[in-house]
């Protein structure tokens, strides 16, 4: 006799998420990016067809972009950090100083970077040791990286030459059939980003802190180190984009960095990644980056006033979290309800 109950397996099988639920941030940020795109060409089809302005953008993007990669992962944590500016330029006045001094330029870049690490260490703990918010942690930070920095350099630069650093130019700086290398050091560093946050135990740690660092602890993930460690990504990776500014302008300036802040935070919140922490996208941070790089220059191609550049940026940064925050609600509500 045939029936037509199932088991209660049957009934209570959850659907597998959709691809707009699973990748709803990344698909938005990409379509904002086309349309802005097609607007630019619209208004200014002389300069956005033209390929010197990809080039363009190929060698100024990427030096806040491979930051804001990493900074992804501090505030899918549910942090902020403030200081990497900072970090910026005492991980290159570092590598400066010893590299005046004679040191091997290969040492002088690691020092650089463990610089860039034990900053990182330094906020890390203190915001995940302490329960300190890692805004206030991270503004006084900054202010004490940059102090350091500034009386190590004596508030002076020094110039960074072909002559005297011609591995670190070609590293930094050359152009690899016909692309500029800052832009393959950001796709490189987008991809093994992506592999860490997505494919390896530390990445889902990352995940799962940020929505509910309780259970994370609960399910014996040591918060204090997942932290921690994002923390340190960021200092590193910030080193790396100080050295890299530095080189394509040839100097080291006292004040590297400056400027890096807001770009960086905003390509960051644009690109997906939830201000409340527990979700967040490499491949939106990434888009995010050079949306904001090209923001600037299509205001002023169109023959805008480049007044409304700010207007732009702060319309563009609230539209998107509010449109975030309203989809990440109703997704949890259509988790909930299944419907």
């Not at 002023?300 to 702060?314: D, E, K, M, P, R």
């Amino acid at each position: 006799m045939s029936t037509d109950v199932q088991s209660p397996a049957k009934n209570n099988r959850v659907a597998p998420p959709s691809i707009m639920r699973r990748y709803g941030s990344q698909i938005g940020i990409i379509g904002v990016g086309i349309a802005m795109w097609l607007g630019f060409v619209i208004a200014a089809p002389t300069v956005f067809l033209d390929p010197d302005i990809y080039a363009a953008f190929a060698q100024t993007t990427p030096l806040f972009a491979i930051i804001a990669l990493a900074l992804t992962f501090v505030v899918i944590t549910g942090e902020i950090d403030l200081s990497f500016p900072s970090i910026m330029a005492l991980g290159t006045a570092i590598f400066c100083l010893m590299a005046k001094a004679g040191m091997p330029h290969w040492l002088a870049l690691l020092a650089g970077f463990a610089t860039g690490a034990l900053c990182g260490w330094v906020n890390g703990a203190l915001i995940s040791r302490l329960n300190i918010p890692s805004l206030v942690i991270t503004i006084g930070t900054s202010f004490l990286y940059r102090g350091v920095e500034l009386i190590l350099m004596n508030g002076t630069g020094v110039p960074l030459t072909e002559e005297n650093y011609p591995m670190e130019q070609a590293l930094f700086t050359s152009t690899i059939y016909g692309v500029p290398v800052q832009s393959l050091w950001a796709l490189l560093f987008a991809g093994l980003l992506w592999v860490l946050l997505n494919r390896t135990r530390f990445g889902a740690h990352v995940f799962l802190v940020g929505d509910n660092p309780t259970s994370a602890r609960l399910m014996g993930i040591n918060v204090v180190s997942v932290k921690t460690r994002a923390f340190m990504l960021v200092g590193v990776v910030a080193v790396f984009a100080g050295l890299m500014t530095s080189f394509v302008g040839f100097y080291f300036w006292p004040t590297t960095g400056d400027g890096f802040l807001l770009n960086t935070i905003a390509s960051v919140f644009l690109g997906g990644t939830s201000v409340f922490g527990g979700t967040g996208s490499i491949v939106g941070s990434l888009v995010a980056s050079y949306i904001i790089g090209a923001i600037n220059a299509g205001i002023v191609s169109a023959g805008i006033n480049a007044f409304y550049t700010q207007l732009c940026f702060g319309l563009v940064i609230v539209i998107s979290v509010v449109l975030q925050t309203i989809i990440e609600r109703r997704v949890r509500r259509q988790s909930i309800t299944g419907r």
